[in-house]
């Protein structure tokens, strides 16, 4: 793939982006150098790792490869048998380190025992934990070894602590000589040559016997060996020396121990750069809420939500770009900034990134085709005044794009064939478009010349496209609209910043009637586009809403009749245990009456024995009264208005009466009920209809409260920003609610992030028994980042 485009397109922006989340310098070096495949398999790969690392960085926390360094060199010299120093054996130390700590975090990270395609590298690697302990235990730092790396190294150490010693006590007995101390510069112990020394005045020199091994810059002091440590300070060069050879012996052996696994250090080295390389595709994945596109090698290009991963966040406009099915040239045209240049760099740059195995900002389901070559003839001049040589250098990159385009190219032209003669320029531009169309080149252009508008109207496989203005607020919405060309607007933002009208009007006689109709025709479609959007989303809205009430209608019905036969079936249950009872106590007293028939017992038992009977009914009609009364009164609302001679009911005696006077201003009246006339307060009344009875009047209530209960709960639960375990716990009290509130479907907006909390919703929904069916969002539900459910 030609390299101009990289610069052209700021692809070499996307490799430093990413080389900052590398942290090995092997691996930055890599990342700077990506570039771009044509394999859709090997594409299709690397996008899988991409996406794995992601999942892994959004379930638990990052993985650092921090510490990995190259020791190929290194290895190398041992292959020939050589021996490595310390700093040497210390990296291969911090590699190994490295790569038991990526060993820990796939086992940490796979408690499921699940498999991805990162597995296989994370099992590759060789901690080598035995060797990497003997390296640490004898390695302090770059210029330290243990102690007790050897025994011998070990006992070395202590004859060299005791001949310090003696040295140090042999030159502090010289310096406490009241002589002697006159001949010193100062009372110090020096170190010269590795021997131990005394600063003597150089005026005293023949007065303390001994060797000299150096002087001051000034020559007044002269650093003396006394002779009473010559012998001492000898040993102890020899004991340095010995400490040297059995440093040596101990770096051999550490190095014959890494050379027997130089294979495993060599992979250990290659799989951390690999994994390294991969995990910062997906942290800068991470940085740009990127997802993985589909691709193909059909040329069709579908983004959606696409966003420019280069400007701020936090301001930049999504934008859904379609291409290569149904026609491969989308012709962009509209007034200048009005992100139609960004458009261009969106689809051509995330075209580069997801050929060179990166996410891409855009949202899930996005599509992207296979392309060998990307051209693009973008310049940064975006000015009326360009001259000849800028027209030149632009027709120079294009004769080299026509040369080399075909087929399984994306070619991208910014203002195709300006800055020169717009008749002239703008034939040139069609020719050169149609010359792309017969080769079947995917194309996307954007231009100010209205005959390039009418151009793409009037061929087959061309689209017209706009980026949408708000002529009111004289800015840009950045919307790309696919299918209606773009209209310049001049003469509307002239006549918002203030230009003459008179000058307008003149402007307007000066041009082409038929240029001026297209231009007006252009924006009827604008204003039909959007009154038709408005529309379509209002019926959208109350389709869903009507296919709701009549799924709830069908299973309310459905409920009744459930319900139905549930009543009658416990209705006949309890009318046989009535007949049941009714029966046990007719055998009963048959069977009394047959023994007090008999004499065997008085009449007065036999009385008594009914009157326990009669009680008893008596209590159970007492108790089916108070059932009636406690239901009236749960349903009751005290009447508002009484006129005298009303009908009510007084709750509390369970007697009709009729209203004799009005309430006072404590709401105390009398009734009459029959020939009892009683003194009784409004709320202990219910208004009635001679014709209707209590029954009836209050029967509906129970409906009402479970219409309101089903109006209380809404059919959204949003999800986004809580904890699986968060958010199963509200999903499942929220879907009982809905259930019971008999809401037909439920809409669950968990978000895309890295798709955990959209799969332990499914997972929980394919347990509930309550849910018939479930499916992500289409166009206009909230896609990806929502579930709708369907109750049973």
Do not use: W
Request: charged share 25%; hydrophobic share 35%.
């Amino acid at each position: 793939m030609n390299q101009k485009v990289f610069k052209t397109l700021e692809y070499n922006k996307i490799l430093q982006m990413l080389s900052g989340f590398a942290a090995c310098d092997e691996t930055k070096k890599r990342c700077l150098a990506l570039e771009p495949i044509t394999d859709i398999n090997e594409i299709e790969h690397l996008q899988q790792t991409t996406s794995d690392a992601l999942s892994r960085l959004y379930k638990d926390s990052s993985i650092s490869f921090s510490g990995t360094h190259n020791v190929n060199a290194s290895l190398k010299r041992l292959d020939i048998g050589g021996s490595l120093n310390s700093a040497e054996l210390l990296r291969i130390s911090s590699l190994l380190e490295v790569a038991k700590r990526s060993k820990a975090y796939d086992r940490s990270d796979r408690n499921d025992d699940k498999t991805d395609s990162l597995s296989g590298l994370f099992s590759q690697l060789e901690p080598l934990t035995q060797l990497n302990d003997e390296i640490k235990r004898c390695i302090i730092s770059d210029d330290e070894i243990a102690d007790d790396a050897s025994p011998a190294l070990f006992k070395i150490r202590k004859a060299i602590r005791g001949m310090n010693d003696r040295i140090h006590s042999q030159l502090t007995s010289i310096m406490n000589n009241q002589t002697t101390r006159t001949y010193l510069q100062d009372a110090v112990v020096t170190m010269r040559d590795g021997r131990y020394c005394l600063p003597v005045k150089a005026e005293a020199k023949g007065n303390v016997p001994g060797m000299m091994h150096d002087q001051s810059s000034s020559g007044s002091t002269l650093f003396i060996e006394p002779m009473a440590v010559v012998n001492l300070n000898n040993e102890l060069k020899e004991l340095f020396i010995k400490e040297q050879d059995e440093i040596n012996v101990i770096l051999a052996q550490l190095s014959d121990k890494v050379a027997m696994n130089t294979a495993a250090v060599e992979l250990d080295y290659n799989v951390l750069t690999e994994l390294d390389f991969i995990f910062a595709k997906a942290s800068l994945a991470k940085s740009y809420n990127g997802a993985a596109p589909e691709f193909n090698t059909s040329g069709i290009i579908n983004i959606r939500k696409g966003r420019h991963p280069l400007l701020d966040p936090k301001k930049v406009v999504p934008i859904d770009v379609r291409l290569g099915d149904g026609y491969k040239q989308l012709i962009i045209t509209g007034p200048n900034t009005g992100g139609k240049t960004v458009s261009l760099k969106t689809v051509g740059l995330l075209t580069l990134m997801g050929q060179a195995g990166l996410h891409i900002p855009a949202a899930d389901r996005s599509k992207l085709a296979v392309f060998e070559e990307v051209f693009a003839d973008i310049g940064d001049e975006q000015s009326i005044e360009q001259s000849l040589s800028t027209f030149s250098s632009h027709m120079t990159n294009i004769v080299k794009i026509l040369d080399k385009a075909d087929d399984r190219s994306l070619c991208l032209f910014d203002e195709l064939c300006s800055g020169t003669d717009p008749t002239e320029g703008a034939a040139l531009a069609i020719s050169i478009l149609n010359t792309l169309h017969n080769y079947g080149s995917v194309t996307m252009a954007t231009t100010h010349y209205s005959e390039l508008k009418i151009y793409a109207l009037s061929t087959d496989g061309v689209e017209n496209a706009s980026c949408e203005f708000n002529v009111e607020t004289l800015s840009p919405t950045y919307r790309l609209l696919i299918g209606i060309p773009g209209k310049s607007n001049a003469f509307a933002i002239s006549s918002k910043l203030g230009l003459s009208d008179t000058i307008i009007e003149d402007a307007r006689k000066r041009i082409n009637a038929k240029d001026l109709d297209f231009e007006d025709l252009i924006a009827n479609l604008e204003a039909q586009r959007q009154t038709i959007e408005k529309e379509q989303l209002e019926i959208n809205r109350y389709k869903t809403q009507t296919a709701q009430l009549k799924k709830q209608l069908e299973d309310k019905n459905k409920r009744i009749d459930q319900n139905k036969d549930k009543i009658i079936r416990e209705a006949n249950e309890e009318a046989y245990n009535i007949l049941k009872e009714a029966k046990e106590l007719a055998d009963k007293t048959i069977r009394n009456f047959n023994k007090y028939g008999q004499g065997q017992a008085p009449m007065s038992q036999m009385e008594k024995e009914r009157s326990a009977l009669r009680d008893k009914m008596s209590a159970k009609e007492k108790r089916l009264s108070d059932i009636k009364k406690d239901q009236t009164k749960k349903n009751h609302k005290a009447p508002k208005k009484l006129r005298i001679g009303d009908s009510v009911l007084v709750l509390s005696l369970n007697l009709k009466g009729t209203v004799h006077t009005l309430p006072n201003a404590k709401g105390d009246l009398y009734v009459q009920m029959g020939i009892l006339r009683s003194l009784v307060n409004i709320n202990d009344l219910v208004l009635i209809n001679d014709d209707i009875s209590p029954a009836k009047k209050f029967g509906g209530s129970g409906s009402k409260i479970k219409m309101s209960k089903s109006l209380s709960v809404s059919s959204e639960i949003n999800l986004i920003g809580k904890t699986t375990d968060e958010a199963i716990a509200l999903l499942d009290k929220y879907l009982d609610d809905a259930y019971i509130a008999h809401l037909s479907s439920v809409r669950i907006v968990h978000g895309k992030g890295t798709g955990a909390l959209r799969a332990a919703v499914h997972n929980h929904l394919k347990r509930m028994k309550t849910i018939k069916e479930y499916h992500l969002g289409e166009f206009g539900e909230g896609d990806a980042g929502v579930t709708i459910a369907t109750f049973k």
